[in-house]
């Protein structure tokens, strides 16, 4: 049994294992593990805390995938609810659909009797205005609501390299069932009802119990358009280690052209239990990973890849 999650899946990976090692299967421990992350009001990019759209309103987006079966379940620019990942889980058992969004999706947590919540916390509030108030004016900043712009002043609030960040979770059962989960209150000052990569099952989230799982955090936009999980399942199908798969994907990111270029960081964990972390961020970034005869998480680098990154601000 083993776990691995993104650096700030520290405050789930230990729950998740327990869920495991109690019997529990991959898709519990997965949800187990980003449920204590979207509680965290101190992590601006995931649920409770996270940081906020154009508007100043959280929408938050989630996905969870079972690799035994590839259902999946996710939803996309929710508001006002504690646990969006859990509503995937939801919308996977419930529906015979994959993807709800806004007030669709809220409409069926309402249903299902999720908790309802102002996501939007006073430090994220600040940072919003703070943020804002360095490429407009007070003016604009409290007429935004009515103006047709948004689109350019979205160019200019959105910082790829500071603004995002996403929860990522993989997780191995004992019955050897992969299940793979992302959250994310997506890209500080995006577009209203703009989706990232994380509710995008074969974008920012893939499993398949066959050959592994892979999950992604960075500029969605990118794995959304290079098909980043799924590739990366596609080339452990063709025999290559999860390092080798990383670096891959990571070489596909980086022949996509146009104006708006980020980074990427990607988990794969493999049927087997081997794994890799990739980063075209910075050196330096870190993912974790727990197995079931270990008592504390390990941290391990990820592999730096540097990709083309440039944004085009008018
Ligand atoms: N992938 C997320 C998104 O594009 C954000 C991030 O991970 O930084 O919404």
Redesign the pocket.
Same mark, same amino acid.
């Not at 603004?163 to 996403?166: A, C, E, Q, V």
């Not at 703009?194 to 994380?198: A, I, T, W």
């Not at 992604?216 to 936009?221: D, L, R, V």
């Given at each position: 049994m083993i776990i691995i999650c993104s650096e700030n899946g520290e405050v789930g990976i230990r729950t998740a294992m327990e869920v495991l090692k109690g019997g529990g299967s991959a898709l519990d421990a997965v949800e187990a593990g980003i449920r204590l992350v979207e509680a965290n009001a101190e992590d601006h $990019?995931v649920g409770l805390g996270g940081y906020p759209n154009l508007l100043g309103t959280v929408e938050l #987006?989630a996905s969870i995938m079972d690799g035994s079966t590839r259902m999946s379940g996710a939803i996309g620019a929710l508001k006002g609810f504690a646990h969006p990942i859990s509503i995937a889980r939801a919308v996977l058992e419930k529906l015979p659909h994959v993807l709800l969004v806004a007030e669709g999706a809220e409409r069926f947590a309402q249903e299902m009797g999720f908790d309802e919540r102002e996501m939007l916390t006073e430090a994220a509030a600040v940072a919003w205005r703070e943020k804002l108030l360095r490429v407009m004016d007070a003016t604009t900043l409290a007429e935004l609501p009515e103006r047709q712009d948004l689109w350019r002043w979205v160019r200019l609030s959105s910082d790829p390299q500071r603004? *995002? *960040? %996403?929860t990522n979770f993989i997780a191995l059962d004992n019955a050897g069932n992969l299940a793979s989960g992302?959250s %994310? $209150? /997506?890209?500080f000052a995006?577009y209203p009802g703009?989706? *990232? #990569? $994380?509710p995008i099952i074969g974008a /920012?989230n893939y499993a398949d119990s066959r050959h592994g799982a892979a999950t992604?955090? *960075?500029? /969605?936009?990118m794995?959304i358009r290079a098909g980043t999980a799924r590739s990366a399942i596609l080339y452990l199908q063709q025999g290559a280690t999860p390092e080798e798969a990383g670096r891959r994907v990571m070489e596909d990111l980086d022949t996509l052209g146009g104006p708006y270029l980020s980074g990427m960081?990607v988990l794969i964990l493999d049927a087997q239990g081997r794994h890799a972390g990739m980063t075209s961020h910075v050196e330096g970034r870190n993912y974790l990973v727990l197995t079931d005869i270990m008592t504390v998480p390990l941290k391990l680098p990820r592999t730096y890849i540097p990709t083309r990154q440039h944004w085009q601000e008018t």
């Open positions: $990019s #987006d603004s *995002g *960040g %996403t992302v %994310t $209150s /997506g890209w995006k703009r989706l *990232g #990569d $994380s /920012g992604c955090t *960075g500029m /969605g936009e794995a960081n």
